[in-house]
Antibody, heavy 121, light 108 residues
């Protein structure tokens, strides 16, 4: 069945970068976009942005524009999120989620298991 | 940014009872772009409703959604033990896509 499997937990120091992977299986990777979402402790789910898996076109939340980068490797059916200049406020569980179409404005019908990123000196 | 406010924050009910969850938007949302998710502890969210009133795959018909404009409702007609979880609404029609703060449905 379709699934998204994310890379494991990370602990980083302030100012460092982190890359989280999201490997798709069980469906045609290029048919659906991938969203990235996070939840910081005590906060609500926050949408970070989206990548079109076929074209590589991206859309970022204005709040994180410049500090987050989405890429994908179609040969590996994998999407990546890199966050640079990490701050303690970036400590959160990060999720990838499949858009139910190639379109950004669609519901998220499949989620990864989440990757905990902790930023601590 | 469209802010989604969910109420109540916590709903304490017994199995078999009816649950009514509310999601209010700070500005109008097309019903085509309103979804509900269920999340259990230690798990990722799961899509249960899209286009405000369409059930996602394998979601039982005790779940129903309604609403338009700024007011949306998720109803669980008769709570089963597996329904106790946190529920989030989401709008995905306007960037940034946003989520509500969640309603926890707990066992009374």
């Amino acid at each position: 069945q379709a699934q998204l499997v994310q890379s494991g937990a990370e602990v980083k120091k302030p100012g460092a970068s982190v890359r989280v992977s999201c490997k798709a299986s069980g469906y045609n990777f290029m048919s659906n976009g991938i969203h990235w979402v996070r939840r910081a402790p005590g906060q609500r789910l926050e949408w970070l942005g989206w990548i079109n898996s076929a074209s590589g076109k991206t859309q970022y939340s204005e709040k994180l524009q410049g500090s987050v980068t989405f890429t994908r490797d179609t040969s590996a059916d994998t999407a990546y999120m890199e966050v640079s200049g990490l701050r303690s406020e970036d400590t959160a569980m990060y999720f990838c989620a499949r858009s139910s179409s190639s379109y950004m404005h669609d519901a998220f019908d499949l989620w990864g298991q989440g990757t905990m990123v902790t930023v601590s000196s | 940014e469209i802010v989604l406010t969910q109420s109540p924050g916590t709903l304490s009910l017994s199995p078999g009872e009816r649950a009514t969850l509310s999601c209010r938007a700070s500005q109008s949302v097309s019903s085509s772009y309103l979804a509900w998710y269920q999340q259990k502890p230690g798990q990722a969210p799961r899509l249960i409703m899209f286009s405000a009133s369409s059930r996602a795959n394998a979601i039982p018909d005790r779940f129903s959604g309604s609403g338009s404009g700024t007011d949306f409702t998720l109803t669980i007609s008769r709570l089963e033990p597996e329904d106790f979880a946190v529920y989030y609404c989401q709008q995905f029609g306007s960037s940034p896509l946003t989520f509500g703060g969640g309603t926890k449905v707990e066992i009374k």
